[in-house]
């Protein structure tokens, strides 16, 4: 299959937003099943962005030490106590935005962190917005890579993952062979938990610690 047969094949692949009930979920579940879906960013700057998500980590509430709501609920963590689906958006090191889907019910504040993309639609707006780094599978391979690839600010925190700007959308599901689980990478506590989950093989996955691998 040549390139452009695979990326239209892939376009084809996404369906309609994912509903609320596919987060209302434990944690660890839906960032499994999230692997193979697309999501997507329309912007005002310059169009719609998209990609199949191939990397993400679980982050299981106030009793997960590398979880933001293990400070409890605050005016940063509000988002992740809210409904199943809605985007949590933060800002890190003073310079990069990360995108999270929050999980399970109202009030259990809980995420799927999206750590990685292959890139589907819009690669010329990414690139232009990375700045034209030297490989396209540097345009999306990490969370804060992702998020400046399709634009995904402090605009977006809170919204809902079902409608609007920001949409997770179905896709292929990818088979249990090709999924990897490993401990969640650049973190401090809680970092043995095997909480990442990753398709094997993929070029945009972020780049594995040697500790890390299994």
Same mark, same amino acid.
């Given at each position: 299959?040549?390139?452009? +047969?695979?990326?239209?094949?892939? /376009?084809r692949?996404?369906g309609?937003?994912l509903?609320?009930?596919?987060?209302?979920?434990d944690?660890e579940f839906?960032? &499994?099943?999230l692997?193979?879906c697309?999501l997507?960013?329309?912007?005002?700057?310059g169009?719609v962005?998209?990609?199949r998500i191939?990397?993400?980590?679980?982050?299981l509430?106030?009793?997960d030490?590398?979880?933001?709501?293990?400070?409890?609920?605050?005016a940063r963590?509000a988002?992740l106590?809210?409904?199943p689906?809605? +985007?949590y958006?933060?800002?890190?090191?003073?310079?990069?935005?990360?995108?999270?889907?929050?999980?399970?019910r109202?009030g259990l504040?809980?995420a799927?962190?999206i750590?990685a993309?292959?890139?589907?639609?819009g690669i010329e707006?990414?690139?232009? /917005? &990375?700045?034209?780094?030297r490989? !396209?599978r !540097?345009?999306t391979n990490g969370p804060a890579?992702?998020c400046?690839a399709?634009?995904i600010d402090?605009r977006?925190?809170g919204v809902s993952?079902? /409608?609007?700007?920001?949409?997770i &959308?179905?896709?292929?599901r990818?088979?249990?062979?090709?999924?990897?689980?490993t401990p969640?990478?650049?973190i401090?506590?809680a970092?043995?938990?095997?909480l &990442?989950f990753?398709?094997a093989d993929n070029?945009w996955?972020?780049?594995t610690?040697?500790?890390?691998r299994g």
């Open positions: 299959m040549s390139p452009g +047969a695979a990326l239209a094949a892939r /376009r692949g996404s309609a937003a509903p609320a009930r596919f987060f209302a979920r944690t839906v960032a &499994r099943e692997l193979g697309i997507e960013c329309r912007s005002a700057d169009g962005a998209s990609g191939v990397e993400t980590e679980a982050y509430g106030e009793h030490a590398a979880c933001h709501a293990a400070a409890g609920y605050t963590t988002p106590y809210g409904a689906g809605t +985007a958006v933060y800002f890190v090191y003073g310079m990069h935005w990360c995108v999270n889907a929050v999980t399970r109202r504040p809980s799927v962190l750590r993309l292959e890139p589907v639609r707006l990414m690139r232009g /917005r &990375r700045r034209h780094p490989r !396209d !540097d345009l890579k992702v400046e399709l634009g402090a977006y925190n993952l079902q /409608r609007g700007a920001l949409v &959308r179905a896709g292929a990818v088979p249990d062979g090709q999924v990897l689980v969640r990478i650049g401090r506590k970092a043995d938990w095997p &990442r990753l398709v070029a996955v972020s780049r610690p040697a500790h890390s």
